[in-house]
């Protein structure tokens, strides 16, 4: 989310107590049973896995859309029904909560997990079509 509209998380996050959230040092993860052909592995015992609401990232990818439409841009195609990029990063951030307490309480449909914390290499399992490398 950091990469969308670097500015204003670090407007809204510099209110908060949060500090340690450094979105240039974290990376998005996905909670799944399946089994994909390639993919890394590793146990979520931390409290640095954050979960938000991936509904306003939907909604902020809207913004990206249409910025980045060029000559076909017409202002609000995908927005005019949409809180400001502010308001929604906003709702974005006031949207996170552990990976725990998430699981726990479901407060929105689907959410974005990303991870703040060092993962040490010893925990990580690699596959590469579906078989261990790491």
């Known amino acids: 989310m950091w990469s969308l509209f670097p500015h204003i998380i670090k407007k809204v996050q510099r209110e908060s107590t949060d500090d340690w959230m450094d979105f240039s040092q974290s990376?998005?993860?996905h909670l799944s049973a399946e089994s994909f052909k390639n993919y890394l592995?590793?146990?979520?015992?931390?409290d640095r896995i954050i979960a938000f609401n991936i509904e306003?990232?939907?909604?902020?990818?809207?913004?990206?859309?249409?910025?980045?439409m060029g000559s076909e841009y017409t202002p609000?195609?995908?927005?005019?029904h949409l809180?400001?990029?502010?308001?929604?990063?906003?709702?974005?951030?006031?949207s996170r909560m552990t990976l725990t307490d998430y699981l726990v309480h479901k407060p929105y449909k689907e959410a974005e997990y990303i991870c703040f914390?060092?993962?040490?290499p010893y925990l990580i399992e690699g596959y590469m079509n579906q078989k261990k490398w790491l």
Do not use: C, H
């Open 27 to 29: 990376f998005a993860i």
């Open 41 to 46: 592995r590793f146990p979520y015992s931390s």
């Open 56 to 68: 306003r990232t939907v909604d902020l990818f809207a913004y990206i859309e249409e910025e980045g």
């Open 76 to 80: 609000g195609m995908f927005t005019d």
């Open 83 to 94: 809180p400001s990029k502010q308001r929604l990063m906003e709702q974005y951030w006031n």
């Open 117 to 120: 914390d060092y993962i040490p």
